[in-house]
């Protein structure tokens, strides 16, 4: 069921309660790498900024990128459609926000519903992108727009070269983050990770899988008696396969969040507070430090609380 009606109400309301005063809203846009290879998957941030205190959208942020002609809109061909805000965070006083985006793919479907899968980035050479926030119609539209930052394709070599043009150039929704949704995609990814090993063309179907897996293991965890210790037993080994492997490019950090989160669920703090500060410490200007420091930061008062909790007669 997709939730895009939903979203464009909330944004049609926002519209109607905000105004549309551009000058006190600001998006950097920064990219997490300068150069990949070509077809391969990458991420940008996106940070907001306001002089005062305003609720924001973060389903009318929009990528836009150019290849040297106009810019178009990107749009990740995400399942399910953009997932609405139902309660806007504010910027302002309070700090900024901060997103991520993953560029990997985009979908096309004909007039007779055929649908094509290409490249986002998918030729040799520059692409410029930037990000832009729009909300709202007419007097009460809100337009603004981030910095411009430059992504360079570069053609890959040896093992990476033999499974673009393998594997992947005919079938550009094996590197998709969302390759888990699709069983025979999985298989395919699963594959080639076991031919092609660490690739940074299979990191962001790879995360995708193992979160999947986690999600998986992890559920029968929270069952009660001998079927849950059993259950414990098996997402603890397959955490421990996850923490011991890596992701090339711009997905190892969530890599490890992915690997902290499944620890707090398993109830494990210390282990997971170590991989948060390993997160922060490795990362430290990524969107996923400042979820691991957060993190860190409620784990210490919650721990401060029982402790007082404990102390009182």
Known sequence: MTMLPLVSALLLLAGQREHADTSQLALELRASEGTILVGQPTKVSILLTANGDMPVH?????????????????????????????????????????????????????????????????????????????????????????????????????????????????????????????PPIERRVRELSEQYGDSPYLSAAQLGIWRRDLDRAIAPTLTHGQESAGARTKASALLHE???????????????????????????????????????????????????EEWIRSDAEAQAAEQRIKQTP
């Open 58 to 182: 973060p389903e009318a942020v929009r990528l836009l990128i150019s290849s040297g002609a106009a810019f178009h809109e990107y749009a990740s061909p995400t399942p399910g459609g953009t997932t609405a805000w139902i309660f806007p965070p504010t910027v302002g006083s309070s700090g900024p926000l901060e997103l991520e985006r993953t560029i990997d793919i985009v979908r096309s479907v004909d007039p007779l519903g055929n649908v094509t899968h290409a490249f986002a980035l998918g030729a040799p050479g520059k692409y410029a992108v930037k990000a832009r926030y729009d909300v709202g119609s007419g007097s009460q539209r809100l337009i603004r727009e981030s910095n411009v930052v430059t992504i360079t394709a570069k053609v890959p070599t040896g093992r990476d070269l033999e499974l673009f043009e393998t594997h992947l150039r005919s079938h550009p929704q094996i590197v998709s983050q969302w390759a888990a949704v699709e």
């Open 242 to 292: 996850i923490g011991g492997r890596s992701l090339p490019g711009p997905f190892e950090a969530d890599r490890l969040l992915l690997v902290a989160d499944a620890w707090v669920m398993l109830s494990d703090r210390a282990e997971a507070k170590r991989i948060y500060e390993l997160v922060a410490e490795r990362f430290p200007d990524s969107v996923g430090a400042r979820k691991a």
